[in-house]
């Protein structure tokens, strides 16, 4: 994990979080209604812009806020060592734990005992406050701070407060942690149940039930996925090291990468052969079978994740696998690549037809490079200012720059009639086929056809078998913006900021997940398996598609057996949801109660032994 500097931990603290205050015990209404204000409850704590206060909601005093001055404060104790503690105790988040002594003006020491919901958290406020007692006031060089994307993996879930008649609060929260459903052909275990049966309709990989997914990554026949906490997790086909497991079995059920342990996670990528994860400081790792596509010289197989050596004084923020390339954007907006070049796809000459050397592509060196998509043997690239470059293969049409022709030259996306006055947001490539989402949340496709993955309606004189080699508008079916795009080898689906996922072209192995392996040309919305859900983001393989959904409550019809011990439901046997992860376990598999203070329960709930695993690690 990134250390947090005093700078970064005082602008945070400006921005304010809810964190649970330990309450004091009123002696006088012990026995009353008032005894609630000994309750730990959850306030909104914000330190002053001029670094002069901490301040906090106050239900008792209506608008006003309680407020106490830099200037009383005393000491930092770290853990539950005061006296408000011993009679308000949270053992579960002992070391997420700390209380500010102060002392208001000739009155008695006091104390402002806070809890914290995640390490993270902890560490900010912690520094922040040792900062404060040891004299900091340089408010210039906060302002000068830079939090690019310090937090696009950390806590986003926000609680908020509202207080009701004595104080007592009603904890609402926001919560974006997400589970993944995946559905298709299952070759391999790629799809993480247990098994390699086919699935024709979206299902919870039920092993990573309470790991809060933030993005997953399909390649050929394995699939990875990145927690909240930056964990990379790989299940599939473990032909040449893919999975970066340190060996070649393939794997039924998701594996956290042990390579990737010791870092803090922010992009993953993969593709038929290789894979790579983007740490928070910038280090690209790459794995998988041998060859130029890794970034270095290896032997025929590098099954743990390696450092790429070349890119170490270089910040990626980004990275996108191809079949036998590897695009990778920094911080700075420069583009680099390597791998094979037989079309172009590096953004090189193609007489450079095979190089394990990073390159940097200096045809785009003037436009800030915000995220790159390869496809089979095209690459994209999109800058900041939303402009779209594409470049490699051609055959197809699928760089829509109006030919057949593939090149080297990273070619600039023309703006039609659809697209003038409204930039490119996304871009994702399929095999011979590209997409893009733009601002206006409106979505474009072009290339391959043949399955129906442009999702473009066909007059009745045209033949199903056409390629675009111009941009074309897709015509998704709902009043929705469209806000994340992915493709397969042939076919496409979107999510739009409605939650909804619709999927279109090959329908083989169930890999669209309507139920049937039949091919459609129009965007259509998946119903069973995702009613009542929101959908946050999608990858598609080449045959398995997978999403990233909200969390949720599973629903109890939908689960026969214990997943947990898979001990089947009776009358005498009851079904418990854990109140983490939402699954459905028996009471002996979900017996254990503690506070989760990041979806708001500071009081004990319910449980599954995994859950409880992870938040007794965690805490």
Request: proline share 3%; net charge neutral; glycine share 10%.
């Amino acid at each position: 994990m990134e250390t947090v500097t005093p700078v970064q931990a005082l602008n945070e603290m400006i921005k304010g979080e809810f964190m649970l205050k330990a309450g004091r015990v009123n002696k006088i209404s012990v026995h009353f209604a008032l005894r609630l204000q000994g309750r730990p409850h959850f306030r909104r704590f914000k330190l002053s812009k001029d670094l002069s206060s901490l301040e906090w909601d106050s239900p008792r005093k209506g608008k006003e806020k309680s407020v106490v001055p830099i200037s009383m404060m005393i000491q930092l104790i770290i853990g539950q060592k005061t006296k408000v503690f011993e009679s308000c105790q949270v053992p579960q988040y002992e070391c997420l734990s700390f209380s500010i002594m102060y002392k208001v003006n000739n009155g008695p020491i006091r104390s402002l005992d806070i809890v914290c919901k995640s390490r993270r958290e902890f560490d900010i406020w912690t520094c922040g406050i040792q900062a404060l007692l040891s004299g900091f006031s340089d408010i210039q060089a906060m302002n000068k701070v830079d939090f690019e994307d310090s937090q696009d993996q950390t806590d986003s879930g926000t609680v908020e407060v509202e207080f009701g008649l004595l104080g007592q609060a009603t904890v609402h929260v926001k919560e974006d942690a997400c589970d993944i459903y995946t559905w298709g052909e299952g070759t391999n275990g790629m799809l993480g149940h247990g098994e390699d049966t086919q699935e024709a309709h979206p299902h919870v990989v039920e092993a990573l039930l309470g790991k809060d997914i933030r993005k997953v990554a399909c390649g050929a026949t394995h699939t990875l996925a990145l927690s909240k906490d930056g964990e990379v997790f790989s299940w599939g086909s473990g032909y040449g090291g893919r999975l970066g497991q340190g060996h070649l079995r393939d794997r039924f059920t998701p594996i956290r990468i042990c390579g990737l342990e010791s870092l803090n996670l922010t992009q993953v990528a993969c593709n038929e052969f290789h894979s790579a994860a983007v740490c928070d400081n910038g280090e690209l790792y790459t794995w998988g079978k041998s060859g130029p596509r890794l970034g270095y010289k290896c032997h025929s197989k590098q099954t743990s994740p390696r450092i790429v050596p070349d890119l170490e004084n270089v910040r990626i923020t980004g990275v996108a696998c191809g079949l036998k390339h590897t695009l990778a954007c920094s911080k700075q907006g420069a583009l680099f690549s390597f791998g094979e070049n037989d079309y172009g796809q590096l953004g090189i000459p193609e007489d450079k037809l095979l190089t394990s050397y990073i390159q940097c592509v200096s045809s785009l060196s003037e436009h800030k490079i915000s995220r790159v998509a390869c496809g089979r043997f095209h690459s994209a690239a999109l800058a900041e200012h939303g402009s779209l470059w594409l470049w490699g293969c051609n055959e197809s049409g699928q760089l829509g720059n109006g030919n057949y022709t593939s090149t080297s030259l990273p070619s600039l996306l023309e703006a039609g009639n659809d697209l003038r006055h409204d930039a490119v947001m996304e871009v994702a490539c399929g095999d011979q086929h590209s997409a893009f989402i733009t601002k206006k949340g409106r979505m474009f496709c072009c290339g391959d056809n043949t399955y129906g993955q442009l999702g473009v309606h066909l007059n009745d004189n045209q033949d199903d078998h056409v390629t675009y080699n111009v941009a074309v508008r897709v015509r998704v079916p709902t009043d929705f913006r469209c806000v994340h795009v992915a493709c397969g080898d042939s076919h496409t689906a979107v999510v739009t900021d409605g939650g909804e996922i619709f999927t279109w072209g090959r329908g083989k192995g169930g890999r669209l997940g309507h139920g049937d392996n039949l091919n459609r040309h129009l965007p259509t919305e998946i119903e069973i398996g995702m009613e009542g859900k929101h959908v946050r983001g999608v990858s598609c393989g080449r045959a398995h598609t997978a999403c990233t959904v909200t969390r949720a409550w599973v629903p109890d019809q939908e689960v026969k057996t214990c997943m947990a011990c898979k001990t089947r439901f009776t009358t005498v046997r009851r079904r418990h949801h854990c109140r983490k992860c939402g699954g459905v376990f028996c009471g002996a598999c979900s017996s254990k109660r503690v506070p989760i203070l990041s979806l708001g329960y500071s009081a004990p709930v319910r449980v599954c032994d995994k859950c409880n695993a992870i938040l007794t690690q965690d805490s």
